[in-house]
Every structure is written in C-alpha cells, then in structure tokens.
C-alpha cells in the first residue's frame, strides 16, 4: 500500500525555479549543450508531472476515504436499527398478550372468591405477599371494599360555572346496565356499579390468562351475577344498618 498523503497537492504552489537562487544553482550544472533555461524548463516540467501524479493519487484517497467513512455509517446504522428491533421484540415478547373474546358469551355463574388487587398486582410483580390475603376473610374484605369504592364512586357534572362532585350512584351508566330493571330498585344503581367493576376486572383478567379458556363477552349482562350482586348490596345495607342502630343505643 502507497503511502498516505497528508498535504492536497491541488494547494501546493510550484517551486521559483527561475529565482537567482535556482539559476545559480543550475549554473553549475549546465554545458553548452544543456544550458540553464533548459535545466529551468526540465525541472518545471517534472515537477508538474511529480504534482499530476500526486493529484490522482490524493483525489483516489479521497474517495477511498469517503467510501470507509459511508461503509461506516452504514454498518453503524445498520446496527442502530438491529438494536432497536431487537430492543423492540424483547417489549412486545414481554407485554402480556390480549386474547379475543368470544361473542355473546356470558360470564360465569359462580362467583368465587377473589383476592384483591393489590395482591394480585404484587404476584404479577413477583414482589412478596402476605398470605393473609388469600384467605377467606382477605377476600371477603376485598368484595366490602368493592362494594363500598362502587357505593362511594363520586363523577364530575358541571352546574353552570361550577364543577360538582355528584355519587355516581346517582346517575345510569351509559352502557347496556342503563336500561335494566335492576337499575330502578333501591341500591339497584350500586349492584350496577358493582357489577361493572368486578365483571370488568374478571374480564381484563381472562384477556391476559394464558389457558385456552375462552373469554366471555362483556357486553352481554348476566342477570343471575347481577341479582347475585343486588342481593349481597341489600344485605351489607342491613348490616351497616344494624351496626348503626346498635351503636345509637349503646351511646343514647
């Protein structure tokens, strides 16, 4: 391989080789048969020549130079992009895959006892839980706690300038719950909510199971679940009611 050029020989200026420097030197080389303008004459005419050579030669570096540099980016490109899809496959390997529903099927029936979601979060998260709350009494408070969020759900309505905060309760849920009978009994828009919240939770769930169960549609309302649902909201009214009442005697 030639060595590299360091200096552009297109910005190199030819030698004064008609200076009295030169002349002097040439003097001593010339005869009669060669005098000092043709020595003159010679060396111009070399080093054009030395300089033509040296210009094709830095021109070819260059390009040789701009093709590594282009290879270089290419391959640096090449392997930005092979990261980013690997990088991309790993995500999409991680996220947890959404299975489809099957069209008017219900929802189960039977309404078994669930732990709450904080401890299904931590499982998910492969992060400790207590065994307390996958016992019956755990799970049992979480379905209070349902019932109380679903009773004390709170929605924003305007009033003319001003946003108030009115129980969600109190106003019918724009999906196909709004209609049903169960909606115009007492506590009836509470099983209503209630029912959305569990049915949905129950749903999100079997969307990301891994078993070849199929998922029921959520649109179809199952009434049985939902009487299932009135019944447990009458009930923990009674109860609260009785607390109430127990109380006011022992304090009056």
């Known amino acids: 391989m030639p060595p590299r050029i360091t200096q552009d020989p ?9 200076s009295e420097q030169f002349r002097a030197l040439y ?9 000092v303008d043709a020595i003159i004459a010679d060396s111009q005419n070399a080093w054009t020549q030395n ?3 040296q210009r094709v030669a830095w021109n070819a570096q260059v390009e040789q130079d701009h093709a590594e540099e282009e290879e270089a980016r290419a391959a640096q490109e090449q392997a930005k992009q092979e990261a980013a899809e690997a990088e991309k496959r790993e995500r999409e390997n991680k996220r947890p895959k959404i299975k489809s529903f099957t069209p008017n099927k219900t929802v189960g029936k039977l309404s078994s006892r ?19 709350y996958f016992t019956k009494e755990a799970c049992l408070e979480a379905e209070r706690t349902e019932y109380s969020v679903a009773r004390g759900t709170f929605t924003l309505m305007a009033d003319g300038e001003n946003v ?3 129980p969600a309760a109190a106003y019918k849920p724009s999906t196909k719950l709004d209609k049903h009978p169960i909606s115009d009994l007492e506590g009836g828009e509470t099983a209503v909510l209630l029912y959305q919240a569990r049915i949905r939770r129950r749903w999100m769930e079997d969307l990301k199971s891994t078993n070849d ?3 029921f549609d959520i649109s179809v309302v199952n009434d049985k679940r939902l ?17 109430r009442s127990v109380t006011i005697s022992f304090t009056s």
């Open 10 to 18: 297109h910005l190199v200026q030819p030698p004064d080789f008609e």
């Open 27 to 35: 003097a001593t080389l010339a005869t009669a048969e060669r005098t």
């Open 51 to 53: 300089n033509d050579a």
């Open 114 to 132: 669930r732990p709450s979601r904080y401890a299904i979060h931590k499982i998910e998260q492969l992060e400790y839980v207590e065994l307390y």
């Open 164 to 166: 108030l905060a009115k």
């Open 213 to 215: 169960e199929e998922v």
């Open 227 to 243: 009487d299932e649902m009135y019944s447990e909201v009458l009930n923990l009214r009674q109860a609260q009611g009785i607390k």
